[in-house]
């Protein structure tokens, strides 16, 4: 199969990913939908790895892998105590400091 | 028959594998880095099996010997002319060691050493149940107001976890601007942001809108950074490769034995301009440049305050230095075209953070307008393209981030029961109340505002004659206007303190050890030094000024 289509797929991925950060509320689903866009990342590097027989991009997928656990470990930390502390995750209500 | 005759029957000996070169690594040139790593590993170490009682001096001992000590690598890196004639690159092309880069490092690093002297301070909150207090949380873990946060202030928990995590940012800071491919440049990112991230969240007093401004930090700074890996997954599209002299020569066309594969997407121009724009948007970011500049006032005002003045002055220092380095070593053959672009970004931030910042009530909100519109100066810096320009915006950020760390740390003195009074009507008179605090606040005010004899007026000057001579002069007109903008507002402060009655329910000016006074007393003597004698660091900056591919 043509490798330009992963690409094609790995920009959708990205898009739909990048739309869910800006329009749900809950702060995990925020974070999952972040988690989506370096997904779709990693499609791409591996799709170009592909496409242009070198294996640098296969290296850099497992590097987002990473730090996208490292981002999982920080991100569920910060977003669970401001849970714990307001029993709410909806970013909306994060709005103590609005001008 | 021997064990290995019989494996012989059924097997034969292929070649050894002796292919695979083992990774050259300097690990001279790479010592500030390794140092501060491992200063951080052995920090989590302390944290993990020195007793309670000892850990914050053991912590405060490793964190400053280690940051003088990469400092005084840096020097020796320095002297030996691995910044002018002897540049290079370490670690199999990963990162650079020249002069930006060692000049960059060394203000990280000088930066954060006075950074760790505010975060140390543990005399401005009274002390809880005879314990000595700093600015952190008793337990990150504990929910605010509930019982269990009670009993570890009670206990007399302090959170000596910001050391190491402090000492990590540091690291990241240090490989952002050296980075010399893409790869690096993404780990460095999320190296210096992820410790930041937690940083915000620690805050002792006002924990909710800590934790608020960790959630939005990390959300924006997450979103952020997928967009600049997605426009690094283009560049690498475009180029094969993710070294910056690669993409470089790519982009020129000057690439040598092209690969059929190679020759299809190099065509491809979409893929180069889309991925540089995703890349240069995913910095603009941590610059804080307008439109992507509406995390900086939030995170600002709900972080610690001594994590707001390093974050404020040791990302900004970074993240240009690794915007410098790709627009001028990764992109120099599109400079027509992001040219344009930088014009817009740099007049906006200007324009947009010195206007919003006179609506401004709250110190910390204020200065982080006032950040924004600094962003834009040296953005009109970077915009000339040119070695001096590359030199004033190195000097400019020296001069920029000890202002702006001793400014957050005179904050921290200002405090009334409910923790720092950071709501500009509680200032109003602080010149009669405490006239020596309300004077050296006031010095770092006339820096920001750029008022001569202050280190302010010569990095403005420095960046904006670079501007004009890079073929913006229109943009230093913009610069000129927004800075008596900015002027209004900083001097507006100066009045409120110096010329307004105190009011009888005033702030109290806590009196700080020694920690605090040294990092005030550094800003103070860095702004009037590089205001009245700025000319040989301007020279050292200028020999800096080169990078190396």
Request: charged share 10%.
């Given at each position: 199969m043509n490798p330009v289509n992963y690409l094609y797929l790995a920009a959708l991925l990205f898009t739909i990913g990048a739309t869910g950060v800006l329009i749900r509320r809950n702060a995990i689903v925020v974070f999952m939908c972040i988690e989506l866009m370096l997904n779709a990342c990693n499609l791409a590097f591996v799709a170009f790895s592909r496409m242009h027989g070198n294996l640098d991009g296969q290296i850099i997928a497992f590097f987002t892998m990473v730090v996208a656990a490292a981002e999982v470990v920080v991100g569920l930390a910060i977003i669970v105590s401001l849970f714990r502390s307001r029993h709410s995750a909806s970013v909306d209500d994060a709005s103590l400091m609005k001008l | 028959?021997?064990?290995?005759?019989?494996?012989?029957?059924?097997?034969?000996?292929?070649?050894?594998?002796?292919?695979?070169?083992?990774?050259?690594?300097?690990?001279?040139?790479?010592?500030?880095?390794?140092?501060?790593?491992?200063?951080?590993?052995?920090?989590?170490?302390?944290?993990?099996?020195?007793?309670?009682?000892?850990?914050?001096?053991?912590?405060?001992?490793?964190?400053?010997?280690?940051?003088?000590?990469?400092?005084?690598?840096?020097?020796?890196?320095?002297?030996?002319?691995?910044?002018?004639?002897?540049?290079?690159?370490?670690?199999?092309?990963?990162?650079?060691?020249?002069?930006?880069?060692?000049?960059?490092?060394?203000?990280?690093?000088?930066?954060?050493?006075?950074?760790?002297?505010?975060?140390?301070?543990?005399?401005?909150?009274?002390?809880?149940?005879?314990?000595?207090?700093?600015?952190?949380?008793?337990?990150?873990?504990?929910?605010?107001?509930?019982?269990?946060?009670?009993?570890?202030?009670?206990?007399?928990f302090t959170t000596t976890e910001v050391f190491p995590l402090l000492l990590f940012a540091v690291a990241g800071m240090?490989?952002?601007?050296?980075?010399?491919?893409?790869?690096?440049?993404?780990?460095?990112?999320?190296?210096?942001?992820?410790?930041?991230?937690?940083?915000?969240?620690?805050?002792?007093?006002?924990?909710?809108?800590?934790?608020?401004?960790?959630?939005?930090?990390?959300?924006?700074?997450?979103?952020?950074?997928?967009?600049?890996?997605?426009?690094?997954?283009?560049?690498?599209?475009?180029?094969?490769?993710?070294?910056y002299a690669t993409i470089a020569q790519v982009v020129d066309g000057t690439v040598q034995d092209v690969n059929p594969a190679l020759a299809d997407t190099m065509g491809n121009d979409a893929l180069l301009l889309v991925g540089a724009a995703l890349l240069v948007m995913g910095l603009l970011f941590k610059v804080g440049a307008v439109p992507f500049h509406m995390w900086t006032p939030d995170v600002y005002q709900g972080a610690?305050?001594?994590?707001?003045?390093?974050?404020?002055?040791?990302?900004?220092?970074?993240?240009?230095?690794?915007?410098?380095?790709?627009?001028?070593?990764?992109?120099?053959?599109?400079?027509?075209?992001?040219?344009?672009?930088?014009?817009?970004v740099a007049i906006v931030t200007m324009v947009g953070g010195a206007i919003v910042a006179i609506t401004q009530t709250d110190i910390k909100r204020l200065l982080a307008y006032s950040s924004i519109a600094h962003a834009g100066f040296i953005l009109a810096g970077v915009i000339a393209a040119t070695p001096s320009?590359?030199?004033?915006?190195?000097?400019?950020l020296a001069a920029y981030s000890f202002v702006t760390i001793g400014a957050f740390a005179v904050v921290t003195l200002v405090r009334d029961a409910g923790g720092e009074a950071t709501h500009l009507s509680k200032w109003a008179g602080l010149g009669r109340r405490s006239p020596l605090v309300a004077a050296?606040?006031?010095?770092?005010?006339?820096?920001?505002?750029?008022?001569?004899?202050?280190?302010?007026?010569?990095?403005?000057?420095?960046?904006?004659?670079?501007?004009?001579?890079?073929?913006?002069?229109?943009?230093?007109?913009?610069?000129?206007?927004?800075?008596?903008?900015?002027?209004?507002?900083?001097?507006?402060?100066?009045?409120?303190?110096?010329?307004?009655?105190?009011?009888?329910?005033?702030?109290?000016?806590?009196?700080?050890?020694?920690?605090?006074?040294?990092?005030?007393?550094?800003?103070?003597?860095?702004?009037?030094v590089l205001g009245v004698a700025p000319q040989y660091f301007l020279e050292l900056a200028g020999d800096a000024g080169v990078f190396v591919r």
């Open positions: - | 028959m021997s064990a290995t005759a019989v494996h012989n029957l059924w097997t034969t000996a292929a070649d050894p594998i002796s292919k695979i070169d083992a990774p050259k690594i300097e690990y001279g040139q790479l010592a500030p880095v390794l140092i501060v790593v491992g200063a951080a590993i052995v920090g989590m170490l302390i944290e993990a099996f020195v007793p309670r009682r000892s850990r914050y001096y053991a912590q405060m001992f490793v964190s400053v010997v280690a940051l003088a000590a990469a400092f005084a690598a840096i020097v020796a890196l320095a002297v030996g002319d691995h910044g002018t004639t002897k540049a290079g690159i370490a670690a199999m092309g990963a990162i650079a060691v020249d002069g930006p880069a060692l000049f960059l490092q060394g203000t990280i690093l000088l930066t954060a050493l006075v950074g760790l002297f505010t975060f140390a301070e543990r005399r401005l909150d009274p002390a809880a149940h005879g314990n000595r207090v700093d600015s952190f949380a008793a337990q990150a873990a504990a929910v605010p107001g509930s019982d269990s946060e009670k009993k570890a202030v009670k206990a007399g240090l490989v952002f601007p050296a980075a010399n491919d893409l790869l690096t440049l993404f780990v460095a990112l999320e190296v210096f942001s992820l410790p930041l991230y937690l940083l915000c969240a620690l805050a002792r007093r006002k924990r909710l809108m800590s934790q608020e401004a960790a959630v939005k930090y990390f959300l924006l700074g997450a979103f952020a950074s997928a967009f600049m890996l997605f426009g690094i997954a283009l560049l690498y599209g475009y180029a094969g490769s993710m070294s610690p305050t001594p994590v707001t003045g390093f974050m404020a002055a040791a990302t900004k220092v970074a993240a240009f230095g690794a915007l410098l380095r790709v627009l001028y070593v990764l992109l120099p053959g599109l400079r027509w075209d992001w040219r344009p672009v930088m014009w817009a320009g590359v030199s004033s915006v190195l000097f400019y050296v606040f006031a010095v770092f005010l006339l820096a920001f505002a750029g008022i001569p004899l202050t280190s302010g007026f010569a990095g403005k000057f420095a960046v904006f004659k670079a501007a004009a001579e890079g073929g913006a002069a229109p943009l230093v007109v913009v610069g000129v206007i927004s800075s008596a903008i900015a002027a209004f507002f900083y001097i507006r402060v100066i009045v409120l303190m110096f010329f307004s009655e105190p009011r009888p329910e005033g702030p109290t000016v806590a009196v700080p050890s020694p920690l605090t006074m040294t990092a005030i007393g550094v800003g103070v003597v860095v702004t009037v």
